[in-house]
């Protein structure tokens, strides 16, 4: 491994390596994909803990007799401490090592459970979900983290989107699965059976986790072994924040994850009362929009790294394709309740959703691109924290419509346009504001480390030697 002790051509005193002379070997690379897919089963689990309400919804309200702004109340309760740990997980990460955080993060899901199997009452669901949504705040962003810790900038389109499909997973595997649970066993079978899961990637996990090569922690320990200890500038969050890509990108965020929040726990709900499917096909239908949400992910991260190495622009590959998508699926759900037919409105929420959620990866590394490598996980958890904020208002919003119509139809639909339409402001907002290139140079202005050319510098940083895995 060659070394380069002393300043580099940035001013900064961090240690270089070019992934040139060093290039990363393949059994580095079998590593960093086997660590994504793992994280990607975590981000499933993240996920099925979130929509085990929708499918517990009915089942839990005639046991309960809970209303639907109930049930809302409990979708939406689940993330007042969920922003909150999100903004502080990612100033945490930037700190301890990405491995250990996530093992914390899953053993907490599993622990919130105990309190509804142990009394199974409104009140204690209210405890376990904010506990629950406290744990799992931080867990979008610092799973994209943990996996971009394994892979230069310029290809990390595809990994985060492999990552962020855990999300369409859960739906498509858990949700079906815990459907079944549910039916044979009751509600609190749902609960017990993500606390079983949780509890068990989280031993995986402990045996195989690793940090990155690219990972900020693995440079500075390779720093300290240099013998270079010299201190880097750090970019006040606030400055970052301050950047229309950043802020643009919270506001087109923060409309489509208003949307997944009601997805997560009302889609069954629509499905049965507002459609007339029956309770196991609602579980089943719930699946749908998280398979072209997964493909869509997969496909537009795929071809936008393609054009990334082809040097288009990262305002056109990232930005301007999540501006359309997002303008998509705003027009797919603003059209709803002037459908008559079921099988239409399903399509209109399958298709919405499957194109807007592609935004995630696009947006998350957009936003790693104007931050500094070092500050990558807090950057994105402030990020993520601020959009997600939408969760706490779109769930019970919806519950008080269904209750409020005069039949529950009307209630689900009227939601499904407000969303559209927000959709379709925040598409706009962001083919406005969201130039990457354009503000790494404003950063690169407050920090020389962070060149204005995009990323060939911190990749040089942070390169791994060949067939480096980085113990953890």
């Not at 990460?93 to 093992?103: E, N, Q």
């Not at 309190?115 to 949504?133: K, M």
């Not at 039916?183 to 995986?204: E, I, L, P, R, S």
């Not at 994105?380 to 008080?400: C, D, E, K, N, R």
Request: hydrophobic letters at 55%; aromatic letters at 10%.
């Amino acid at each position: 491994m060659t070394v380069t002790n002393g300043p580099n051509r940035a001013g900064s005193s961090e240690v270089e390596m070019t992934e040139a002379t060093h290039p990363v070997g393949a059994r580095t690379a079998r590593t960093a994909w086997s660590i994504t897919f793992l994280v990607m089963i975590l981000q499933t689990v993240n996920f099925a803990d979130k929509a085990v309400l929708g499918i517990v919804a009915r089942p839990l309200s005639e046991d309960l007799g809970l209303s639907n702004a109930d049930i809302g109340l409990l979708g939406s309760l689940f993330y007042v401490l969920f922003v909150v740990t999100g903004l502080l997980g990612g100033f945490i990460a930037d700190r301890v090592k990405i491995v250990w955080v996530l093992l914390a993060m899953a053993l907490l899901w599993s622990l919130v459970q105990i309190p509804i199997l142990l009394v199974g009452t409104f009140g204690a669901l209210i405890i376990s979900r904010v506990l629950l949504g406290a744990a799992e705040g931080p867990a979008s962003s610092l799973s994209n983290v943990a996996v971009f810790g394994w892979f230069p900038k310029s290809k990390r389109g595809l990994p985060s989107a492999v990552v962020t499909s855990g999300t369409s997973l859960a739906k498509i595997l858990m949700a079906p699965a815990l459907t079944l649970v549910v039916a044979a066993y009751g509600w609190k079978a749902a609960f017990f059976t993500m606390m079983v899961v949780g509890a068990v990637w989280a031993a995986v996990w402990l045996v195989v986790g690793k940090d990155g090569p690219y990972s900020v922690h693995t440079a500075r320990e390779r720093a300290k072994l240099s013998g270079d200890t010299g201190r880097v500038k750090r970019v006040s969050i606030l400055e970052i924040a301050a950047l229309p890509t950043f802020w643009g990108g919270v506001l087109g965020m923060f409309a489509i994850y208003g949307m997944v929040a009601v997805i997560l726990t009302w889609l069954p709900s629509y499905f049965e009362q507002g459609l007339g499917y029956s309770r196991v096909n609602s579980g089943f239908l719930f699946a749908l929009p998280s398979v072209t949400g997964m493909a869509a992910m997969l496909l537009g991260s795929f071809v936008t790294d393609r054009l990334a190495g082809r040097g288009t622009t990262v305002r056109v590959s990232r930005g301007l394709v999540s501006a359309v998508a997002l303008l998509l699926c705003g027009a797919c759900l603003a059209v709803i309740p002037f459908v008559t037919s079921s099988w239409i409105a399903v399509v209109l929420v399958v298709t919405g959703y499957g194109v807007g959620v592609a935004t995630f990866p696009l947006m998350f590394v957009a936003v790693s691109h104007i931050s500094p490598e070092r500050q990558v996980a807090s950057t994105l958890g402030v990020f993520v924290a601020l959009f997600q904020t939408s969760g706490i208002l779109a769930p019970w919003l919806t519950g008080y419509l269904v209750d409020a119509a005069q039949n529950p139809v009307d209630g689900y639909t009227t939601a499904f346009q407000i969303f559209g339409v927000v959709a379709i402001v925040g598409a706009v907002v962001m083919f406005l504001t969201v130039d990457p290139e354009r503000d790494r140079a404003r950063v690169a202005a407050i920090d020389p480390l962070t060149n204005a050319d995009g990323a060939a510098e911190d990749e040089e940083l942070y390169a791994a030697p060949r067939g480096d895995d980085s113990a953890r």
